[in-house]
């Protein structure tokens, strides 16, 4: 027999199991792969809950907060109680502003 047409045989066979090694090795690579993405997700998506929760609850306690100071800058009561004469003076100079842009009576205009 001529040697270039010997039996290709054991050569595609020892070609054929290089490569199915190969690909099992690329499977699994890609099975490692895929699986290390799914867990750096899963992680990625719990720690954004939380950081989500935390910035809710912190949004919801300044709220509060706020309505609660509102609430106390126009208790009325409560300034009435603590500086009385304060309230008494605020009371006089805004009804004697008031009273400057309220045009007078017509009958006081012939008068004067």
Request: one cysteine or more.
């Amino acid at each position: 027999m001529h040697p270039q047409l010997k039996d290709p045989s054991p050569r595609l066979e020892e070609t054929h199991s290089s490569l199915s090694d190969k690909f099992e090795t690329m499977e699994h690579d890609v099975r490692e792969m895929v699986q290390g993405a799914n867990e750096a997700m899963s992680s990625t998506v719990a720690s954004l809950k939380e950081a989500v929760s935390h910035t809710t609850e912190a949004a919801r306690e300044s709220v509060h907060d706020t309505v609660e100071a509102v609430r106390h800058a126009f208790d009325l009561k409560h300034h009435m109680k603590r500086h009385p004469w304060a309230i008494l003076f605020a009371a006089v100079v805004a009804g004697y502003i008031l009273s400057c842009f309220i045009p007078a009576r017509a009958s006081e205009h012939a008068r004067a």
